[in-house]
């Protein structure tokens, strides 16, 4: 069986106890690799290798580092379709999407910051009436953990290593032990790309071990941590006494508000998309679908339609719309928040089955469920359940709607659908979310701030702000006469 090994130094090896996790191939729901279980040993000596390589590192110029990230951007654009399959086959994503948006993303990640570094100014300032000028510099922190989630594995993963190396870090990573593939095989890529060793070091294992010895590292300074809320607390509480430097990219239950006045059909069309993208397994996605109540009934028969036709099947078919979810225990929680709807009083009115995929008879697949809620504080509509599962629920007035979208713990991204721009400047500065879609949804421009409020998180990652986020800021003031 494959043995996926940590990067460390530059170099692949396995892990010092020798201990290894079972990786599993969730379209099939079969062991075909083992990742190591790595110890804090395993973390000790990445971070070893980062210090080492820290001081070289940081001294190179802008220049240098702008061109061995784009050198990663390329290689990855050139290995497209292998890293896409692999993607599919690690996570259980349909391959198109892997294709079309994980693996280009995770490129861009890398261009995206190896031309926003060379733009990356700061401030000075004058104290007229003082004498005095200040100038601020922005300087590299030392050795940052960057730790990842298995929803989008390479597109988030890189959306953190990318920011942390372009500034002058050194990094060491951890993925989501779900889905480990294709950072193992970013460490080749670096090192083809030409990234000195121990620049960036790639340790695999749990979030109670592995992660939590980066965490609880003394000397690794910032940590930039997308996953659930429940784990962003611990991260938080673990790492406070330190005072180290914090990006949390939590969990969200993201509200669809969808008026009578908005363009129905590219309404309907991406409603469907962002409730069930990656099987609803994005921070992102719209979970929570709030309708005017004039085109209520509407809505509701033309989506379930809609969703009744998707397909569940493969995620190498190339007709398939759902694929597979990311593990066993993740399809049986999901499959536990449709049970508790219906306790709750909440009807579904389709989906909310496993599915038997020829071929594929072990994998984790499920059926797209919409469930109809009489109250909005039901835990279907209040806990995030990140799988292929969303609430319906009609409103009457705009401030019922824009109570119906605050009325939750999480505030990471809302979507409004209206052609009333009165109404979208309103709601859009009034609605608790670091993001607010108006007639679209997942657009992302790599320049604007991306993050959370409420439970979501703390901090904001993309463009200016992850560079601020993986850099200190010193001012320096100098006084004449
Ligand atoms: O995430 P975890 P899980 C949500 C979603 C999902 C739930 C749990 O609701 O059902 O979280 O998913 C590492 N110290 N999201 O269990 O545990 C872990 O190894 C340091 C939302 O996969 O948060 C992995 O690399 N690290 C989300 C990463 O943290 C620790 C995406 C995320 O794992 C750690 C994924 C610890 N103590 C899940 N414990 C989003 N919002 O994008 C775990 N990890």
Known sequence: MQKILNYINGAFQEPTKGEWIDNYNPSKGEVYSLIPNSSSEDVEQAYQAAKAAYPSWSNTTIEYRSEILSKIAAIIKDNLSDLAYTESLDNGKPL?????????????????????????SSESHESVGLNAFNFTLRQSIGVVGCISPW????????????????????????????????????????????????????????????????????????ISFTGGTATGAHIARTAAPMFK???????????????ADCEYDKMMAVTLKSSFANQGQICLCGSRIFVEKSIYKQFKTDFVKHVTALK??????????????????????????????????????????QVQVDGHENGYYLEPTVIEVADDKCRVNQEEIFGPVVTIMPFETEEEALALANGVRYGLSSTIWTNNLNRTMKLAKQLEAGIVWVNTWLLRDLRTPFGGMKDSGVGREGGLEALRFFTEAKNICIKFD
């Open 245 to 259: 430097k914090l990006s949390l990219e939590l969990g969200g239950k993201n509200p669809n508000l969808i008026f």
């Open 151 to 222: 929803n989008l594995p390479l597109y988030l993963f890189t959306w953190k290593i990318a920011p942390a190396l372009a500034a002058g870090n050194t990094v060491v990573a951890k993925p989501s032990e779900v889905t480990p593939m294709t950072a193992y095989l970013l460490g080749e890529i670096c090192t083809k790309a030409g990234l000195p060793k121990g620049v960036l070091n790639i340790v695999h294992g749990l979030g109670h071990t592995t992660g939590q010895a980066i965490v609880e590292h003394p000397n690794i300074k910032a």
């Open 312 to 353: 569940v099947g493969s995620p190498f078919e190339g007709d398939t719309n759902v694929g597979a979810l990311v593990s066993k225990p993740h399809m049986e929680k999901v499959q536990s928040y449709i049970k508790i709807a219906e306790d709750e009083g909440g009807t579904v009115l389709c989906g909310g089955n």
């Open 96 to 120: 198109s999407l892997a294709t079309k948006i994980d693996i280009p993303r995770a490129s861009s990640n890398f261009q995206f910051f190896a031309n926003a570094i060379t733009q990356f």
